[in-house]
């Protein structure tokens, strides 16, 4: 069924005199009627709550950082920028660094080359473990 076919289905939701007075508050605050600011904040959460399930996805090793990105509904540059905020490695420099390697087995470097990308390989794995 396409998302045109699809008819917005109503929920409901109970809340304590406080929280009612408090969505109050923030409506007049906002300038939102009450159905838009709920609508928002609710919308708002699930967002927040698809890149958390991603990023603990992603930091679990079950999902890639394009996969993750995907699962998240956002760009992987903004995984990135996330995942540097939470303090969660992004893997970039290991996945680099292999690349080079890669390439440097397949069309040949200078000893130095050689030499650097063992040291920075050396490194990061220290700084992982």
Avoid: W, Y
Wanted: charged content about 30%; overall charge negative; proline content about 3%.
């Amino acid at each position: 069924m396409s998302d045109r076919n699809r008819k917005a289905a109503a929920r409901s939701l109970r809340f304590s005199p406080e929280e009612v007075r408090l969505i109050e508050e923030v409506s007049r605050r906002e300038h939102l009627p009450e159905a838009v600011l709920l609508r928002k904040l609710v919308l708002d959460g699930l967002e927040r709550h698809r890149l958390d399930l991603a990023i603990r996805d992603f930091s679990e090793g079950s999902l890639n950082l394009g996969q993750a990105a995907h699962q998240a509904g956002v760009s992987v540059q903004r995984l990135m920028a996330q995942l540097d905020r939470c303090g969660v490695p992004d893997g970039i420099e290991s996945h680099v660094l292999a690349s080079l390697g890669t390439l440097v087995d397949l069309f040949g470097g200078s000893p130095e080359l050689r030499e650097t990308l063992a040291t920075l390989d050396a490194a990061q794995k220290s700084d992982i473990a």
